[in-house]
């Protein structure tokens, strides 16, 4: 690799019609997969990727959390460049931010995330040494410092909207509900008068308090203001996750 940092490289993001909605604006949803899939190509690049660190040691990243910043518009078959850096780690847990310019050169989407190993067969956060002693990556400084892993809801007065059984199409190859699924859940949970905001949300928050597996009966609830939306998923009584759009 020599001297060269993570964010010298740069990716290009061409997508078409699929990720944005009827109003020809990105889903929630969309921001997820976009952040994570260039993560994922960025890291093969510094021995850090999913598929290599399966092979070799059974585990995989999962997202502890993400917050996207909405920064500029993005428009249907534009393609963007994205630049992806580690901002640290500490205690297992590794900080991964994502910049995503339009092709004017302007800044369109701004991430913070928080990562850690997962032992794919003991279903449990990695305890060994050996999958991170192989990795190159480079700490560099965080757009968005102060970043959480936990957000805690018992201040909002939640509204239980419906349940869910998680299906075999939600699954990804770490053997749990795939990360834009949780966008998928906020969009749907959304009044359909603050899908017709999402042009005025200012920033996206996901936090993943537990893991949801294929048949898990999943509780969704919501508060819904002016001001932001936030929906949880419960699975026998126990939070798993929370999603939140804020409006500016």
């Known amino acids: 690799m020599g001297d060269r940092k993570e964010s010298d490289y740069e990716y290009r993001v061409p997508f078409g019609t699929s990720l944005f909605n009827g ?7 969309a921001y997820l997969r976009m952040a994570t899939d260039v993560a994922d190509q960025h890291v093969r690049s510094f021995n850090a990727n999913n598929g290599m660190l399966m092979e070799q040691f059974g585990v995989a990243w999962v997202l502890l959390s993400m917050e996207i910043h909405r920064l500029s518009p993005v428009r249907q078959n534009e393609t963007l460049t994205a630049k992806t850096w580690c901002t640290g780690w500490r205690h297992g847990m590794f900080g991964r931010d994502v910049l995503f310019r339009n092709e004017a050169g302007e800044a369109a989407i701004g991430v913070g995330s928080m990562w850690t190993l997962f032992d794919v067969n003991a279903r449990e ?11 190159d990556l ?38 749990h509900v795939n990360n834009s699924r949780y966008g998928e859940f906020l969009y749907d949970m959304m009044s359909a008068g603050a899908r017709d905001r999402l042009a005025d949300v200012d920033r996206y928050e996901f936090f993943f308090h537990g ?19 936030l929906v949880t998923g419960s699975k026998a009584a126990q939070e ?8 500016r």
């Open 125 to 135: 956060i990695y305890k060994g040494e050996e999958a991170y002693e192989v990795m």
């Open 211 to 229: 893991e949801l597996s294929e048949g898990d009966s999943v509780t969704l609830s919501r508060f819904e203001s002016d001001e932001e939306v």
């Open 138 to 175: 480079r700490e560099e400084p965080s757009l968005y410092p102060g970043k959480k892993a936990r957000f805690k809801t018992r201040k909002y007065d939640l509204a239980e909207m419906e349940t869910r059984i998680m299906q075999p199409s939600m699954i990804d190859a770490s053997g």
């Open 240 to 247: 798993a996750f929370v999603a939140r759009a804020v409006f």
């Open 23 to 29: 109003e020809g604006l990105l889903r929630p949803d």
